[in-house]
Nanobody, 125 residues
């Protein structure tokens, strides 16, 4: 079964930037919805960005204008560029995927059936 591996998490100061990467351990279907989620202890995992196979993106209001999701089809890698980081962006970040053409940030975690193990982002104020 395909698994996703996230990298790029780190500790940064507020206002800084990070780039998260997500790569599958095997091949993924040609039509796949991919997304980034984040979770802090005691709270529900929330979607922050999603991207369709065609490159259409959607974002949570809390990150709009600061985060950018992208996909490199040649490397089959998913990225999340995070700029102007805030203390409240501190969380474990997960990438998720589902072989389906329908894709939107409003979809909850139950929609996705392939997950990574997460990478920690810590922003100090």
């Amino acid at each position: 079964q395909v698994q996703l591996v996230e990298t790029g998490g780190d500790s940064v100061q507020a206002g800084g930037s990070l780039r998260l990467s997500c790569t599958p351990s095997g091949s993924t279907p040609s039509v796949t919805c991919m997304a980034w989620f984040r979770q802090i202890p005691g709270k529900q995992r929330e979607a922050v960005a999603a991207i369709t196979n065609g490159g259409t993106t959607s974002y949570a209001d809390s990150v709009k204008g600061r985060f950018a999701i992208s996909h490199d089809s040649a490397k089959n890698a998913l990225y999340l560029q995070m700029n102007i980081l805030k203390f409240e962006d501190t969380a474990m970040y997960y990438c998720a995927a589902r072989p389906n053409v329908y894709c939107n940030v409003r979809l909850g975690m139950s929609y996705y059936d392939i997950w990574g193990q997460g990478t920690q982002v810590t922003v100090s104020s």
